[in-house]
């Protein structure tokens, strides 16, 4: 990680994320709330980005040629990320600041 440019803070938060996700019952996964958002943390401090968002959608076909439409959501100050992500809808563009 630290050959990848990764600072120690985000090392820690990684090791310590993986141990969390490592510890649930069923292991977790790499689909877990508190990785998605310590993904979003580290956007926030390391990148300086002002926000983010997030997209999700199942498909049935070829992802190039699968034609769908979004709605976009933001998720308003002060709502915990932890929240907003457990609500997050199919075929939605959720914004987080």
Do not use: N
């Not at 985000?10 to 310590?16: Q, S, Y």
């Not at 996964?29 to 983010?52: F, T």
């Not at 049935?60 to 308003?76: K, L, P, Q």
């Amino acid at each position: 990680m630290r050959r990848k440019g990764w600072s120690g803070a985000k090392i820690a938060r990684a090791i310590e994320d993986r141990r969390k996700a490592d510890a649930k019952p069923g292991g977790g996964g790499s689909d877990s709330l508190e990785l998605w958002i310590a993904a979003l943390h580290d956007l926030r401090d390391e990148l300086k980005l002002p926000y983010a968002g997030l997209f999700v959608r199942f498909y049935s076909g070829a992802i190039d040629t699968e034609a769908f439409s979004a709605s976009r959501r933001e998720v308003t100050k002060g709502v915990p990320w932890q929240e907003a992500l457990a609500s997050l809808e199919q075929d939605e563009v959720t914004i987080v600041r």
